[in-house]
């Protein structure tokens, strides 16, 4: 029972976390605009400052999360995401009004959102039996993404209703609540370091989980999938709201509206990828879904051609959809696949590989946009990404079957329910 309370302990914890990051993805922009009068130039900058500590400190985060007990760090990360704010609002309330504060803190906060989301992912096959995985993730991802519609709404609010320090308080809460929250988990995987002994330089456990990801088909083929569909999805994003207005000439209600149909469409494909993954095989089913997905996006460069309202609407649902399923996925099938002593770092890998191909989208879209127009922008990248299903279409892939991490970690399962039915004894007498 204990694995199972500590894993809803997990989840509410993940939701008011993530309230408080998609507050910050609107509040600093704004400040730096609004409060401190910069430009389009400092404001860009924000999102350097916030990707690039993340990609290149991020696997490094992977071995505190395989070295450590799991409920420190996640409890460490919020604390320090919170200790970040409580300082840059005490900095700007005292009349500093440097934009360099904001970089400062989208750096820590990158980096400590980062480490906290790969810890979280290391979390769940400890507290979830492998044969709820799939369901147990989809529940986070269907909750996540609720959770990301109103965020952005909040922070507007909060900029729009309070001052710049108290709106950066209110910001520093929910991580607090976050932590606040971890705190009270007691589950052995959680409070219990994974390893003893004297470990290896840092930089060699961080060499042992990318030759780990090497020598794994599957881990290997999922992460070049994840990073060419990031990378082409990053140029469209950093493209697709000047292609709306500028090229299509939509207005803002209809561009939001396009925004919403996405939401939808990411609820209902994180609720489907449960079934999807079993009725189909974990492999196939990543096929199919990043297939979607990759078709979805000449969606956009055929919005040029007429009625761009409904065709940007009927993309939005359909990518929302299949990228959300074929993401939790992806997460269940690496949960399932690496051995429990190195989850943390590959989890971190990944996620920086995932993290770092949204600058280089952004710039490469922005490049080609200037070179050859928004319209051929959008069709090349929607081009690359037509790449990705061809990494799961291969029988090594569609045919995956169960690694032995998976047996490694029902074993651990049935050793912590052991050693809590022996505590509960003990306790009886």
Known sequence: MRPRRDWWLLLVAQAVSTIGTQVTVVLLPAVAVLAFGSGIGPATLLLVAEFLPAALLGPFGGVLI????????????????????????????????????????????????AVFDSAAETAIPHLV??????????????????????????GGGLVAAASVPFALLLNAVTFAASAVVLAFATAPALCTKAQTGRAAPVHRQVGDAIRYLRADLVLRRSLLGTATLNLAGSGIGALFFVYAYQELLLGPGQVGLTM???????????????WAARRLGTGLACAVCASVAAAALFLIPAAALGRPFEVLLAYQFLFGAAATAWAVILLSLRQRRTEPAVLGRVSALVNAVTVATVPVGAVIGTVLAEAFGLTTAMLVLAAVAAATPSFYWTRGFRTVEPSPADRLRDLDQGEDELQQDQTGLQRED
Do not use: C, H, K, Q
Not at 93 to 106: C, D, E, F, K
Not at 138 to 150: C, D, E, F, K, M
């Open 66 to 113: 395989d070295r450590a007990r799991l409920r420190s760090v996640l409890v460490s990360m919020d604390l320090v995401r919170a200790g970040a704010l409580l300082a840059a609002a005490a900095a700007i309330a005292s009349g500093v009004r440097s934009v360099w504060i904001l970089y400062v803190l989208a750096a820590v906060l990158g980096v400590a959102s």
């Open 129 to 154: 039996a492998a044969e709820r995985l799939d369901r147990a993730n989809a529940t986070r991802s269907g909750l996540l993404n609720l959770v990301r519609i109103a965020g952005p709404g909040l």
């Open 260 to 274: 919403s149909a996405f939401s939808l469409g990411a609820v209902l494909g994180a609720a489907g990828s449960a």
